[in-house]
């Protein structure tokens, strides 16, 4: 029998398996908020835990190990120190805007001072976790299920009255993916939600505007940025935050001279002050920051105070610049709008947010609704009946005296006063005391309100309206209970201060550049060879040097690669065999022309470059960088993937061992590429989704042509003319039509485009046919052949024309010049 359940596998494929249902259980289960209630699953479950418990704002304090143990033992069968960690979290002042938990004891601090253990400290809810939360848990409002050993019921999630997502935001690192989200101000959230029902098309604008940016507990200061748009607009962004700090001067003593100090009063949003101090300290006694004398720590119950005592020749807001260039207390939060939408992972913008709780708030509302009209329309029935048998109390009297028992009793009233199950035993149950006139009159006004109520649900079901403005007067509600006064202020110019300290700090390569450019005469042109040398020329130089003029395979100058003016200032991508793409900073060649390395980031110092391909100045939609590798393969990667590019190289494409670019081009959607071998087959493959599609940037790209046995691939070029030119290794060479070239599909083998003269000869270079194709041989000989001067031959003929070279010469590299963008 056990041997039937034994089940062989590949490894690899176990591997995958029991790696995605990790991964999987760690994105769902444990790191990641859900976007409805802007809880982990822990968090739940403590939070569930402690309204079962009875720990309501007005209940004493219960210990947080009678908590953890509850927790543990009904939903979350864990490590308990991890239970314990979240709940402490949930109590700090300094994590959340909001705390959910109130706590008594020690629960840490921001020193990094761990909390008490958890048989020492104490917990219950906080109004606003049981009035915003946990409220509405018993309305039917959200789905139960049953817990790990299926003894217990669990919420799938709260139903929670305020985005607490965004309210205390959330942190959390998972398999291949992390979240962190700020927290941000309760009126300010509220505003942004009722604008958006009252009038869901509302502009990104005036959401900002209502929602313009975080509100960390610990106050501080955010600096409106482009990084704060991106987050707010795509999920995903860059907020520049710094501490608050005031000179002052401080009497150190009887007698002593007064002394210019720097008091830092806020820190930046989760860091570490012990740590910020020490940290100082020793940039100070470094050298790094210069005019200290002592940094001290006089925080206290009023608030945080760190005083640093300078020099009496020392300009404070000088060092105060410093501590913000050189510290901590200028930086920046990272922020990834990332939750659980359906129970998968999606990045989210601010609106996408707002209206995932919009809409789930729409839903509590409708169930909870109904759940009150079930209620009320149960109660009415059961107050019917009662009414009903006061009207007819002799006989009801009479029915019940004259049987045995009280099965009996309900079936008669149930038959002669045509009253339901229910309704009969609310009558036996009745009391003595509903007998009384007064009584009566009460369950007629209990009557007409349950009518009331009954409407009124009965209205919100039916109206959306109605149902919405219920949801606006809610918010307001808890607007004006739980708002507090924003703690963080938001400052103007974001952007422009930290290109202002980034340009103090160091002379960085965006100024030197602009530098170097604005140095570079006004009609001088940018020469990049074959050879690898950079320089600028004038007009009159680049004449002299004739690198548009034809001439035979000898001693002219190396062809040129590039020729483009400085003015509008081109941007040129630099593509590596190693699939690393940087930015040539060709700007420094007017002051020291050189070789092309010299102006590659240094990771591209040991890899040789493949190809130059101009960024265009225009709009960027629809364009893409295509990218072939020797093994075959064309990955085209969205060029708004590199038009960002900092001063570093990067990669683009993730390459087999062995295997290197080969060329790369921009490619327009609708295009045709064409590809050939060494051995003269050509293969057309037009640009679009289907064939070649977009790819990011850990892509291979497609398979393209199928090599055969010691085939390999020579180029690629994107068809713009009706020919191209190609040419082998003994210096034949002939200009193609492109009119028979079929189109094919991945894969295919293709098509023979020239006819190979000897064995031993193979097809080194291809390029467009224009004015000039460039020629390079393996002595270093240069020519420029005007290929319309080419005989023209259909594809699977053999070489048209004939370089003449030296004896045992060999053409290396056949290229175009790049004159335009």
Same mark, same amino acid.
């Given at each position: 029998?056990?041997?039937?359940?034994?089940?062989?596998?590949?490894?690899?494929?176990?591997?995958?398996?029991?790696?995605?249902?990790?991964?999987?259980?760690?994105?769902?289960?444990?790191?990641?908020?859900?976007?409805?209630?802007?809880?982990?699953?822990?968090?739940?479950?403590?939070?569930?835990?402690?309204?079962?418990?009875?720990?309501?704002?007005?209940?004493?304090?219960?210990?947080?190990?009678?908590?953890?143990?509850?927790?543990?033992?009904?939903?979350?069968?864990?490590?308990?120190?991890?239970?314990?960690?979240?709940?402490?979290?949930?109590?700090?002042?300094?994590?959340?805007?909001?705390?959910? &938990?109130?706590?008594?004891?020690?629960? @840490?601090?921001?020193?990094?001072?761990?909390? #008490?253990?958890?048989?020492?400290?104490?917990?219950?809810?906080?109004?606003?976790?049981?009035?915003?939360?946990?409220?509405?848990?018993?309305?039917?409002?959200?789905?139960?299920?049953?817990?790990?050993?299926?003894?217990?019921?669990?919420? =799938?999630?709260?139903?929670?009255? &305020?985005?607490?997502?965004?309210?205390?935001?959330?942190?959390?690192?998972?398999?291949?993916?992390?979240?962190?989200?700020?927290?941000?101000?309760?009126?300010?959230?509220?505003?942004?939600?009722?604008?958006?029902?009252?009038?869901?098309?509302?502009?990104?604008?005036?959401?900002?505007?209502?929602?313009?940016?975080?509100?960390?507990?610990?106050? @501080?200061?955010?600096?409106?940025?482009?990084?704060?748009?991106?987050?707010?607009?795509?999920?995903?962004?860059?907020?520049?935050?710094?501490?608050?700090?005031?000179?002052?001067?401080?009497?150190?003593?009887?007698?002593?001279?007064?002394?210019?100090?720097?008091?830092?009063?806020?820190?930046?949003?989760?860091?570490?002050?012990?740590?910020?101090?020490?940290?100082? #300290?020793?940039?100070? $006694?470094?050298?790094?920051?210069?005019?200290?004398?002592?940094?001290?720590?006089?925080?206290?119950?009023?608030?945080?105070?760190?005083?640093?005592?300078?020099?009496?020749?020392?300009?404070?807001?000088?060092?105060?610049?410093?501590?913000?260039?050189? =510290?901590?207390?200028? !930086?920046?939060?990272?922020?990834?709008?990332?939750?659980?939408?359906?129970?998968?992972?999606?990045?989210?913008?601010?609106?996408?947010?707002?209206?995932?709780?919009?809409?789930?708030?729409?839903?509590?509302?409708?169930?909870?609704?109904? /759940?009150?009209?079930?209620?009320?329309?149960?109660?009415?029935?059961?107050?019917?009946?009662?009414?009903? #048998?006061? $009207?007819? *109390?002799?006989?009801?009297?009479?029915?019940?005296?004259?049987?045995?028992?009280?099965?009996?009793?309900?079936?008669?009233?149930?038959?002669?006063?045509?009253?339901?199950?229910?309704?009969?035993?609310?009558?036996?149950?009745?009391?003595?005391?509903?007998?009384?006139?007064?009584?009566?009159?009460?369950?007629?006004?209990? &009557?007409?309100?349950?009518?009331?109520?009954?409407?009124?649900?009965?209205?919100?079901?039916?109206?959306?309206?109605?149902?919405?403005?219920?949801?606006?007067?809610?918010?307001?509600?808890?607007?004006?209970?739980?708002?507090?006064?924003?703690?963080?202020?938001?400052?103007?110019?974001?952007?422009?201060?930290?290109?202002?300290?980034?340009?103090?700090?160091?002379?960085?390569?965006?100024?030197?550049?602009?530098?170097? *450019?604005?140095?570079?005469?006004?009609?001088?042109?940018? *020469?990049?060879?074959?050879?690898?040398?950079?320089?600028?020329?004038?007009?009159?130089?680049?004449?002299?040097?004739?690198?548009?003029?034809?001439?035979?395979?000898?001693?002219?100058?190396?062809?040129?690669?590039?020729?483009?003016?400085?003015?509008?200032?081109?941007? %040129?991508? #630099?593509?590596?065999?190693?699939?690393?793409?940087?930015?040539?900073?060709?700007?420094?060649? @007017?002051?020291?022309?050189?070789?092309?390395?010299?102006?590659?980031?240094? @990771? %591209?110092?040991?890899?040789?470059?493949?190809?130059?391909?101009?960024?265009?100045?225009?709009?960027?939609?629809?364009?893409?960088?295509?990218?072939?590798?020797?093994?075959?393969?064309?990955?085209?990667?969205?060029?708004?993937?590199? %038009?960002?590019?900092?001063?570093?190289?990067?990669?683009?494409?993730?390459?087999?061992?062995?295997?290197?670019?080969?060329?790369?081009?921009?490619?327009?959607?609708?295009?045709?590429?064409?590809?050939?071998?060494?051995?003269?087959?050509?293969?057309?493959?037009?640009?679009?989704?289907?064939?070649?599609?977009?790819?990011?940037?850990?892509?291979?790209?497609?398979?393209?042509?199928?090599?055969?046995?010691?085939? /390999?691939?020579?180029?690629?070029?994107?068809?713009?003319?009706? =020919?191209?030119?190609?040419?082998?290794?003994?210096?034949?060479? !002939?200009?193609?039509?492109?009119?028979?070239?079929?189109?094919?599909?991945?894969?295919? *083998?293709?098509?023979?485009?020239? &006819?190979? $003269?000897?064995?031993?000869?193979?097809?080194?270079?291809?390029?467009?046919?224009?004015?000039?194709? $460039?020629?390079?041989?393996?002595?270093?000989?240069?020519?420029?052949?005007? !290929?319309?001067?080419?005989?023209?031959?259909?594809?699977?003929?053999?070489?048209?024309?004939?370089?003449?070279?030296?004896?045992?010469?060999?053409?290396?590299?056949?290229?175009?010049?790049?004159?335009?963008?």
């Amino acid at each position: 029998m056990a041997e039937e359940r034994i089940q062989p596998t590949a490894l690899h494929q176990e591997m995958q398996r029991s790696y995605l249902e990790y991964a999987m259980s760690v994105i769902v289960g444990r790191a990641l908020p859900d976007a409805r209630d802007g809880l982990k699953p822990v968090q739940r479950r403590i939070l569930y835990a402690m309204q079962e418990l009875g720990l309501t704002p007005d209940r004493p304090y219960r210990k947080c190990a009678r908590v953890v143990g509850d927790v543990l033992g009904k939903y979350h069968p864990h490590g308990d120190q991890a239970v314990y960690d979240a709940l402490v979290r949930l109590v700090q002042t300094f994590t959340s805007r909001h705390p959910l &938990l109130d706590g008594h004891g020690n629960f @840490g601090s921001v020193d990094d001072d761990p909390p #008490a253990a958890m048989r020492y400290t104490e917990t219950r809810l906080t109004p606003i976790a049981h009035h915003a939360l946990l409220e509405e848990i018993s309305d039917n409002t959200v789905e139960f299920i049953s817990n790990f050993d299926g003894s217990q019921q669990e919420p =799938t999630v709260i139903p929670a009255q &305020l985005p607490f997502l965004l309210l205390n935001g959330c942190s959390g690192i998972a398999v291949g993916m992390a979240t962190s989200i700020p927290p941000h101000n309760l009126s300010e959230v509220v505003e942004g939600l009722i604008a958006l029902i009252h009038k869901p098309d509302l502009s990104d604008e005036q959401l900002l505007q209502l929602i313009p940016g975080p509100d960390f507990p610990t106050g @501080g200061e955010v600096l409106l940025s482009s990084g704060l748009q991106d987050t707010y607009l795509y999920g995903r962004g860059s907020i520049p935050m710094r501490g608050v700090a005031h000179t002052e001067e401080i009497q150190l003593g009887k007698g002593r001279h007064k002394r210019n100090a720097v008091v830092v009063t806020e820190l930046p949003y989760q860091l570490n002050k012990a740590g910020w101090i020490e940290k100082l #300290a020793e940039l100070v $006694n470094g050298g790094k920051i210069g005019g200290v004398v002592d940094v001290r720590d006089e925080s206290d119950r009023d608030g945080m105070r760190v005083v640093v005592e300078l020099r009496r020749d020392a300009d404070p807001d000088k060092v105060l610049k410093d501590l913000q260039r050189r =510290t901590a207390l200028q !930086s920046n939060f990272g922020a990834i709008l990332l939750a659980l939408v359906n129970g998968q992972p999606q990045q989210l913008s601010l609106r996408q947010l707002l209206q995932i709780f919009l809409e789930y708030r729409e839903l509590t509302l409708i169930r909870r609704t109904s /759940h009150f009209l079930s209620k009320t329309e149960s109660r009415l029935k059961i107050v019917d009946g009662l009414i009903t #048998a006061l $009207n007819n *109390l002799q006989a009801v009297v009479a029915m019940i005296q004259e049987v045995n028992d009280a099965n009996s009793a309900r079936a008669n009233l149930m038959v002669r006063l045509e009253l339901t199950e229910s309704q009969a035993d609310a009558v036996l149950a009745m009391p003595l005391r509903r007998l009384t006139g007064l009584e009566r009159e009460d369950l007629r006004k209990e &009557l007409n309100s349950l009518r009331g109520k009954q409407e009124h649900f009965k209205l919100l079901l039916e109206n959306r309206d109605q149902l919405l403005d219920t949801m606006v007067r809610e918010l307001r509600t808890l607007q004006k209970r739980f708002t507090t006064p924003r703690r963080t202020r938001l400052i103007e110019g974001g952007d422009a201060l930290m290109a202002e300290q980034a340009a103090n700090q160091r002379p960085n390569t965006e100024a030197l550049r602009q530098q170097a *450019l604005a140095a570079l005469p006004g009609d001088g042109r940018l *020469l990049i060879q074959a050879d690898g040398q950079v320089r600028i020329v004038t007009p009159q130089v680049l004449g002299r040097l004739r690198l548009s003029d034809p001439c035979p395979v000898g001693n002219a100058p190396s062809p040129a690669r590039i020729i483009l003016p400085i003015e509008p200032s081109p941007r %040129l991508l #630099a593509i590596s065999a190693n699939g690393r793409v940087a930015l040539v900073r060709w700007e420094f060649a @007017g002051q020291q022309p050189g070789a092309l390395k010299r102006f590659l980031p240094s @990771g %591209l110092e040991r890899d040789s470059v493949v190809a130059i391909t101009p960024l265009p100045n225009q709009d960027s939609s629809g364009l893409s960088l295509g990218l072939l590798s020797s093994d075959g393969r064309f990955k085209r990667l969205p060029l708004t993937e590199v %038009l960002d590019l900092s001063g570093r190289a990067t990669s683009v494409v993730k390459l087999k061992d062995g295997v290197q670019l080969k060329s790369a081009m921009i490619c327009h959607e609708h295009q045709d590429l064409l590809l050939i071998s060494d051995i003269g087959r050509a293969l057309r493959l037009p640009i679009n989704e289907a064939t070649l599609p977009l790819m990011g940037r850990l892509a291979q790209g497609p398979m393209t042509m199928r090599l055969l046995p010691d085939e /390999h691939l020579v180029g690629a070029l994107i068809l713009i003319e009706s =020919t191209f030119v190609v040419i082998s290794r003994e210096g034949r060479i !002939s200009r193609i039509t492109l009119s028979p070239q079929r189109l094919s599909q991945r894969g295919d *083998l293709g098509s023979i485009a020239v &006819l190979l $003269n000897d064995d031993k000869d193979r097809v080194v270079g291809i390029a467009e046919a224009g004015n000039l194709v $460039n020629v390079v041989s393996s002595e270093q000989r240069h020519g420029r052949i005007n !290929s319309m001067s080419l005989t023209e031959s259909k594809p699977g003929n053999y070489f048209s024309d004939q370089l003449k070279l030296h004896k045992n010469e060999k053409i290396i590299n056949l290229l175009n010049t790049i004159e335009s963008i």
